[in-house]
């Protein structure tokens, strides 16, 4: 079954740049279907971050827009997020999660089991 | 601020049914997912689209949708089922995504 899998730094300085990667198994990112990262503040609800779509078209929060990148690696099999500037707001578990491409199914399914990264100096 | 209202905190005695509601103007236009989530855990799909569920979701969990207004009802609710419950649908300009802030649900 497909599996995702977020690593990247758990700790990142103040206006520093937050980079995170999501590994994608049994099942070839190319082949299709949008892939999206997801945040959530300690204690917090979910906030969505942006998504890709297998082509390269991304879509991103409006709040976030100015401060993130989302890219795709096909020959790694893997997403990966960039979020810069970050101050200790951005300190949250942020998961990625495959994401259907029809408005009738664009639901987030299945989820990696998120990574926390936490913004100090 | 989310573009998806829920209750923060709903309750229902063992055994009966509770409704979750989400409320939102671009719920008009398309479905609402739901999204089950335990303390350290991730979320977990329970319903999408109109009304289905992906393998392994008990059929006592339901979707529907009225007007600006999903609902995602629990009939015979469970020990097991005491979690954070979450929409999510596309916003009204349809090329972003937002979800609601969340309903805690407790099992008595």
């Known amino acids: 079954q497909v599996q995702l899998q977020e690593s990247g730094p758990g700790l990142v300085k103040p206006s520093e740049t937050l980079s995170l990667t999501c590994a994608v198994s049994?099942?070839?990112?190319?082949?299709?279907?949008?892939w999206g990262w997801i945040r959530q503040p300690p204690g917090k609800g979910l906030e969505w971050i942006g998504s890709?779509?297998?082509?390269?078209?991304?879509y991103y929060n409006p709040s976030l827009k100015s401060r993130v990148t989302i890219s795709v690696d096909t020959s790694k099999n893997q997403f990966s997020l960039k979020l810069s500037s970050v101050t200790a707001a951005d300190t949250a578990v942020y998961y990625c999660?495959?994401?259907?491409?029809?408005?009738?199914?664009?639901?987030?399914?299945?989820w990696g089991q998120g990574t926390l990264v936490t913004v100090s100096s | 601020s989310s573009e998806l209202t829920q209750d923060p905190a709903v309750s229902v005695a063992l055994g009966q049914t509770v409704r979750i509601t989400c409320q939102g103007d671009?719920?008009?236009?398309?479905?609402a997912s739901w999204y089950q989530q335990k303390p350290g855990q991730a979320p977990v799909l329970v319903i999408y689209?109109?009304?289905n569920r992906p393998s392994g979701i008990p059929d006592r969990f339901s979707g529907s949708s009225s007007g600006n207004t999903a609902s995602l009802t629990i009939t015979g609710a469970q020990a097991e089922d005491e979690a954070d419950y979450y929409c999510?649908?596309?916003?009204?300009?349809?090329?972003?995504?937002?979800f609601g802030g969340g309903t805690k649900l407790t099992v008595l």
């Open positions: 689209g109109k009304n």
């Open positions: 049994g099942y070839s990112i190319s082949s299709g279907y949008y």
């Open positions: 671009s719920l008009r236009s398309y479905y």
């Open positions: 999510n649908s596309r916003d009204s300009s349809g090329n972003r995504w937002v």
């Open positions: 890709i779509y297998h082509s390269g078209s991304t």
């Open positions: 999660a495959r994401q259907g491409e029809d408005p009738i199914n664009d639901s987030f399914d299945p």
